[in-house]
């Protein structure tokens, strides 16, 4: 049985699942025959990715409000039963010195990228560890498990994610839930594109120098692309990585491991 084949007529949650990583793990999972629930605060690109694709549904929530997440899941498995699979997407990443990093940005970075991670995933544990099954995998980073300049709140943030799904696999590795993350490099999104930019304008360098600077930290000299990373999660999702959990699976590469 292919991979597939095996999570074909499940239902999943994809976060930020209307551009980026999200997007491609959405599309890959509709692909399998899975139900994909999307969720993100833009309605129009949930929309879009909704109607060109029988497969995937779209609830606007944003994944730093607890009432907003209790919301989608509430609407969620009452139209498409209980999600089987939670991909823990949703991210933003700022830049700038430490020594210059408001509170309110750090306190944003960890809201969007950890608590909107540990949201995202809190309200299908007790049904996933009742049924003894689920797959829950959170799109971390190589920040996750390295660290990079300029950019401390997100490095911390990632770096909780990765703790969180630790500390999670350890609570349920005896259920029959695996729960894991996927760590990418420098993958070719929307945010790649607004970082670029952002070195541009503070430092004078043009598009393609800050492009090939960024390329560089990736020992192949190229950019990670969404579907890549949607490969990793649809195999993570398969009964043939039932054995993995609490893993931190770094797509990069060879940048990390």
Known sequence: MSAAQAIAGTHALVTGGGSGVGKAVALALAAAGVAVTICGRREAALAELAKANDGIFGLAADVTNEADMASLYQKAEAARGAFDIVVANAGMAGSAPAHKTSLADWQRTLDVNLTGAFLTVRPALAGMLARKQGRIIFVASTAGVKGYAYVAPYVAAKHGVVGLMRGLAAE?????????AVCPGFVETEMLEESI???????????????????????????????EVASAVLWLCSDAARSITGQAISVS????W
Do not use: C, H, M
Not at 172 to 180: C, E, F, Q, R, Y
Not at 200 to 224: C, W, Y
Not at 253 to 256: I, L, P
């Open 172 to 180: 349920t590795a005896k259920s029959g839930v695996t729960i894991n």
């Open 253 to 256: 590469g060879g940048e990390t």
């Open 197 to 227: 930019q952002r070195i541009v304008e503070k430092t004078g360098r043009s598009a393609d120098e800050a492009r090939a600077s960024l390329a560089s930290t990736n020992p192949q000299g190229r950019f990670i692309q969404p579907e």
